[in-house]
């Protein structure tokens, strides 16, 4: 009884001992890994920091509006942004290639399929970013066009185009990811076809002066209403 | 040398017989078959009367043109409506017709470059380029504008009308002051349905590689007067006569007007912008026949429309006035526009240093070209609300005071834009 008390004992000691011999070297690897990582990402995004500046990308963000979005989210410049994802993305891949070098049981299967996601939110992130992008473009032009021409309202407008090409940009990222891909159909279908039922419905029963007065306008009935001005040239 | 790649084998053939000219007249085809049988008329009419020697040709650019509902026919032969000008080659005396069809309506750029190519080909010593869709033209027109190339070695020749005091209004307080102010020359209608130039010329900007450029496309002339301009060819003015305005509802609207004069013109700021910032002053051009006249007959206009506009616009864009124009500025705009209409002016200093800051941020692109010219439409109806006010019981000779006023002004501020210019963007972070 006793002899085996001892001999367990000594079992447990010795496993334990063979694990610390094992796992101290995983553990000092992946020590090397994540600091050798730490450099790589800080001067890689060093190194993208200064391409984008090179390349004035912030100017483009300012121009496409994207830049306003992000000052209005309280987030940097596109430039600080993309430079600090890239920075933290590659610190990340690289704790997680020192995690997996630990051999944890059942840790390995999360990781490789957290590595096979991560393209779709790079795709997801594109789509969003693309979306916003267009959004503001679309939205400006339909102001500037609405202003122009004298149109009551002209934010409405604006907002509208704005607001449609953010559902549909935020719908597809989520369908990219494959986040209740029926929820976000159901509810993308319910949101768009009911604006629009909406809208119908004010224009048809709110609007039949309006809608009379567009059409007739549109047909030349009423030609004499339309505003002139003095001839530029 | 012409590249003939793009004429079709047709305008190359109907070319070949022609074989060599001494002038060549370009009509610029508006889709309508009578317009076009009226300004052939004139043509061939002044071109026997005035150059009986000559070997000519006249070159219709034509994007397929229909008749005029009601077309008149009351004409009898040689005059406009008897379907004279029809298409293919008959002679008459050695004028030479020649007709480049396209399918649908070429743009204007399009129809100059196969003007270009036309005469490079005929080796035509000067050229002129009309518009049917002037309807004052008359023979005179024709010969006053192929004279001084022809004749007196002038490269480009553009037209000076006698116009109403409120008619044209673009072109006096902006397309012209601002031309003049950094070019250095008094050019008062570049931007014309009608003008003239030299084979010189002609060969000059056959040559350059711009032809798939929306301004160049769109407003050629103006391109065309520029590059002669700054290349250092002989230009000059002469005086055609009244200019009328097109009939109610005919041509472009406002926006579609200012994008493409304005657009032009900031575009050639950037692509000229060495030859511009060197110069100092202006200098008057040599002008045949008198110089341009203003005419100050009472008219009836909608001016609380336009100011309405103008309030709406300063208002709803301000984010976008934001990234083109300076604090001072804006805060001016916007102060200005919180004025009873009764009591709203829009000062000439402002006018001009809101151009100039334009002009720099087109250049800076701070945001898309396109948008940037159509945000300064309501600024533009604030200044032409500001001068019919001010200006409704003032003189032709008041006017021109005026008008000379403004010029001094955009040639005092020019320095401020080559400040602009130059500086870097600023990125708002």
Redo the contacts between chains.
């Keep these: 009884m006793r002899v085996t008390i001892v001999q367990g004992l000594e079992q447990a000691y010795y496993n334990l001992v063979h694990m610390i011999a094992e796992f101290l070297p995983r553990l000092l690897v992946m020590l090397v890994i994540i600091l050798v990582g730490l450099v790589a990402a800080y001067l890689l995004g060093h190194v993208f920091r200064a391409v984008l500046r090179l390349t004035k990308l ?2 483009v963000s ?2 496409a509006g994207a ?2 979005v992000l ?1 209005m989210a309280d987030l940097p ?1 596109m430039t600080e942004l993309l430079s600090r994802s890239v920075f933290w993305i590659t610190w990340l891949g690289f704790i997680l290639i020192g995690v997996s070098v630990l051999g944890v049981a059942g840790l390995q299967e999360q990781i490789s399929r957290l590595f096979r996601f991560l393209p779709e939110v790079f795709i997801a992130m594109l789509i969003l970013f693309l979306g916003l992008v267009l959004a503001n ?1 679309l939205s ?2 339909a ?3 609405s ?4 149109v009551r309202s ?2 409405i407008w604006s907002w509208s185009i704005r607001f449609v090409i953010w559902i549909l940009a935020i719908s597809m990222a989520l369908d990219e990811l494959g986040l209740a891909r029926q929820t976000v159909l159901a509810a993308f279908s319910i949101v768009f076809g009911a604006s629009m039922l909406g809208l119908a419905i004010a224009f048809g029963l709110g609007g039949q002066d309006l809608a009379r007065r567009a059409l007739e306008r549109y047909l030349g009935n009423s ?1 004499k209403e ?8 | 040398m012409a590249d003939e790649t793009f004429l079709s084998d047709d305008l190359l053939r109907q070319l070949m017989s022609v074989g060599e000219v001494d002038l060549l007249v370009g009509i610029l085809s508006h889709r309508s078959a009578n317009t076009m049988r009226r300004a052939a008329h004139y043509i061939e009419k002044s071109l026997q009367q005035n150059f009986v020697r000559q070997r000519m040709a006249v070159i219709s650019v034509d994007g397929g043109a229909v008749e005029d509902p009601g077309s008149d026919e009351r004409y009898g032969d040689g005059e406009p409506g008897n379907n004279s000008y029809s298409k293919g080659l008959s002679t008459l005396r050695t004028i030479h017709r020649i007709t480049a069809a396209f399918n649908g309506a070429p743009s204007p750029g399009l129809a100059l470059r196969t003007i270009l190519s036309s005469s490079d080909l005929l080796r035509a010593k000067a050229c002129a380029v009309v518009s049917p869709a002037t309807s004052s033209t008359s023979p005179e027109w024709v010969a006053n504008l192929l004279r001084p190339a022809f004749r007196d070695n002038f490269d480009f020749v553009a037209p000076l009308y006698s116009r109403h005091k ?6 006096r307080n902006l397309l012209y002051p601002m031309t003049r102010a950094l070019f250095g020359r008094r050019i008062r209608e570049l ?1 014309s349905d009608e003008w003239a130039f030299s084979n010189r010329l002609g060969g000059f900007c056959l040559n350059e590689d711009v032809w798939h450029e929306e301004p160049v496309r769109s407003r050629p002339e103006a391109w065309m007067g520029i590059s002669a301009l700054t290349s250092d060819f002989r230009c000059c003015q002469v005086y055609l006569g009244e200019k009328p ?2 009939p ?2 005919a041509g472009p609207d ?2 579609e ?2 994008r493409q ?1 304005v657009g032009s013109l900031f575009w050639l700021l950037e692509t000229h912008q060495q030859a511009w910032m060197e110069r100092k002053g202006s200098e008057p051009l040599p002008t045949f026949g008198p110089d341009h006249a203003v005419t100050a007959e009472p008219m009836e ?2 001016r609380i ?2 100011f ?2 103008f309030q ?2 300063v208002k ?2 301000g ?2 006035l934001q ?1 083109i124009l300076s604090p001072e500025t804006l805060s001016s705009i916007q102060g200005i526009a919180t004025l009873d209409q009764n009591l709203f002016r829009f000062p000439q200093e402002l006018w001009v240093t809101m151009l100039y800051e334009f002009a720099a941020s087109y250049h ?5 070209r396109d ?1 940037l010219v ?2 300064l ?2 600024l533009y ?1 604030g200044k ?1 609300y500001s001068f ?1 006010t001010e200006f409704s019981e003032a003189s032709a000779a008041d006017m021109e005071a005026v008008s000379e006023n403004l010029c001094l002004e955009f040639e005092r501020q020019k320095p401020y834009l080559t400040e602009k210019w130059k500086a870097g ?1 600023e ?3």
């Design positions: 912030d100017r300012e121009d830049s306003r000052r410049s473009f400006r032009a102001l500037l066009a202003v122009n021409a004298g002209p934010k030609a339309k505003y002139k001005e003095p001839q530029p040239l | 409120f008619q044209g209004l673009l072109a931007y305005p097109p109610d509802g406002l926006v007007v200012l004069t206009l909608n429309r336009m309405e506009l709406t616009g709803e864009l984010p976008i990234s800076h692109s701070v945001i898309n948008h159509q945000a439409v309501p109806r032409i019919l963007v990125v708002k972070t």
